[in-house]
């Protein structure tokens, strides 16, 4: 690895910072200093900032609940980010597993490795999600044909795939998709005569909320937890 790129996902700096570190002679490798960004760090060697040592650490892998009235980005002008809820170091190194609206609460993912998000992202694993909506009117076995059958959403021009719409109270569902449209399962409602009122995602794939999680707590995945994927 680079030693610019070592300095930047150990310290949190950005390249350019960790270049100037560099000019300084404020970083050592086995006790020589380094200047040189492109440098490469041998396995297992010793790295001195400031004669503190810098280690890497192995991938993150973190659930959230999510709560309402932030989003899912790593900087944002108007509202809070789900990044404001972190307790780790470097969070600017990671990134949210799909994204939850601002008004959507629940499971989320948050990593830094992107071959496992890509496997949960990707539209041919076609991994599937359970929401928990709360609707403005009461719901029917129409919507549950409907949804079985696909729907045209607005500016759309193929029917989404079929779905499970499964009636918990008279406007309660859970909702089962494997797509992941843009606001697909308010846009689902909507193209059968509904309003979504909350939205709560519950569940990913075989992973499902943790329960002790209140909103904008955070825990690491197990090593079981992380095979699911």
């Not at 192995?58 to 899912?72: A, F, I, W």
């Not at 929401?131 to 021009?157: I, K």
């Not at 309660?172 to 998709?177: P, Q």
Request: net charge neutral; aromatic share 6%; charged share 25%.
């Amino acid at each position: 690895m680079r030693l610019d790129r070592f300095i930047s996902e150990t310290t949190g700096m950005s390249r350019k910072e960790a270049s100037k570190a560099l000019q300084r002679e404020t970083v050592t490798v086995n006790g020589i200093a380094q200047k040189k960004a492109a440098f490469k760090v041998p396995q297992g060697a010793e790295v001195l900032y400031n004669n503190t040592r810098l280690e890497l650490s192995g991938p993150t892998y973190l659930m959230m609940h999510k709560p309402l009235g932030c989003v899912c980005a790593n900087d944002d002008p108007l509202h809070l980010t789900v990044f404001t809820y972190l307790d780790v170091p470097n969070p600017s190194k990671l990134h949210t597993v799909g994204r939850l609206d601002l008004d959507t609460s629940g499971l989320l993912l948050i990593t830094d490795d992107g071959k496992w998000s890509h496997r949960i992202t990707s539209p041919k694993q076609q991994c599937p999600k359970t929401y928990r909506a709360w609707l403005a009117d009461p719901l029917s076995a129409a919507d549950v044909t409907a949804f079985a059958a696909g729907l045209q959403l607005r500016n759309e021009t193929t029917l989404t795939e079929p779905a499970v719409l499964e009636i918990i109270g008279e406007r309660e569902a859970l909702v089962h998709v494997h797509e992941g449209r843009y606001h697909q399962v308010r846009r689902m409602f909507a193209a059968v005569g509904n309003k979504v009122e909350q939205l709560h995602r519950e569940q990913v794939g075989a992973l499902s909320l943790d329960p002790t999680l209140a909103p904008g707590e955070s825990r690491a995945l197990t090593p079981e937890e992380v095979a699911l994927f």
